[in-house]
């Protein structure tokens, strides 16, 4: 590995899947007009069905509370777009195949290409903003309501669905036919608007409590987790959904994990990471969140059950951070703690409450992962290392090395407008000395949404199949790198037709597979200029990453985040 990278690398951002601003000017130069795919839904009034749906907010006053609110959300609509940088214009984010889609009941697939491996049987689903309805600026195209599209495969056919995450926000909207929740991300990264002083005010009459029912989209990523299925966002708690015997998505509701009496797990926590990590051999899930007051960082794990164990609050990270990822190995946790921090004083000073510290240099934690405690905890410092995604951490020489492979953003300084460089990382640390000895890049293109045949994960692994992505998320092409070349370490690659994007990829192993990259490639792959979605499934071994399998989608998919592919055996139905 001879590219070693000198701590003299420019500042980097992260900005959870917020991270993906590059397409801001691209986005603009591609849809200065009204594209055909722009479908977004205007305000509407409730039909007496959605009425009587439940929420808490149609159970307290809404009529004194729209009354005084509903009047300032119009005035707010009609001038909030003035003066709004194109990264939090709705108008601007919501187009191409980033506008919104409506929901698809369960409908069957034709199979273009085939057969579908028996491998398959199971459901792939994305996960991704899709927002009900206009958001009121500033919107981040982080911010919409989370939609899940899932391919369920059986006996070779294929049925395809979307579904709405059916959370207290969509439901709370869609019961009054108008957003009325916070935009999270962009209520983070604007300035002070009138958007944002309305929402306070709405939570400061009690019209909704974030606290109790929490303010999250659900739109980030899907994780099977002590059985369950659980759509998830940084900002809240898990939703559970299911997937019917017939392809159908269902919302069973918001997910408190519980634990143990006299363990001191269960208790009430209000968000948690969208990257929980599961150890393949043990079925423990590893997971974190972080949080604006001390601790500014908590870890946590779930028993294969799903039962929490007690939080490990870490104290020693002096400030809130937007700690998207971490990683586990067999024995530790490693945490970065990057340049963006989260300072709701910040405001005072005309800042917006999360954005880049230029003065702060860039940290990687390590902790043991049964840690109860943060005394076994060290901190190491990282310059230029601003970690978005990890795709896997391992330990070497009976745990005198640690190493992880993540995606590190570029540019902090162009984080909203211009995000166009990320690489894609080896890191070495010596446990004993618990430094950063050693940082790689194993490949020279823009890469993240690394995947890996998910049995390796925590444990060493050779292969790392990444999306090519040319202003985020804009998934451009794949390709396969193997760890253990010194060079550039692809070793196949593929890149989709000229307007056409794929989802986030992940590998399937074929059915008695001995090998590592014995298995499949699977992706949705949108046309953004026909609007004709396939789902694609890709042969790992082959130099290009050739297809051997394609099924026709009924509609187009539009630009999601994570994505996940559940066996039929492990679907709770
Ligand atoms: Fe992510």
Known sequence: MKTLISSALPNSIPFSDASFTGTAKRRRQTFTTTSPLTVIRQPRKPTPTQTTASSNIQRQNPSLHEKIFKPLHDLISNFANNNLPPHLDPNHILSGNFSPADELPPTACEVEKGPLPPCLDGAYIQNGPNPQFTPLPPYYYTDG?????SIKISGGGATFCSRYVKTFKYKTERDLGYPVLPNPVAFFISNLRASMLLAAARVMSFQFNPFADGIGTANTSVALIGGRLLALVETDLPYEIRITPDGDITTVGRHHFVGRSGEGGGERFLTMTAHPKT??????????????????????????????HADVGIFSMKAASLVHDFAITKNFTVFPDPQIVIDPLRIMRGKPIMGADFEKTPRLAVIPRYAVDEREMYWMEAPGLNIVHTVNAWEEDGGAKIVVVASNVLCVDHALDDLDQINLEKIVIDAAAKKIVGRYRVSGRNLDFGAINSLYSGKKNRYVYAAVVEGMPKMVGLVKLDLSLSEDCTVASRMYEPGCYGSEPVFVAREGAEEEDDGYLVAYVSNEKTEESHFVVMDAKSPTLETVAAVKLPRRVPQGFHSIFVKQSELKM
Not at 282 to 298: H, I, K, M, Q, S
């Open 145 to 149: 309501d989370g939609m899940l599209h």
């Open 279 to 308: 150890d393949p051999d043990t079925g423990e899930t590893f997971a974190f969140r972080y949080f604006v007051t001390p601790p500014f960082l908590t870890f946590f794990r779930l028993d294969s059950d799903g039962t929490k």
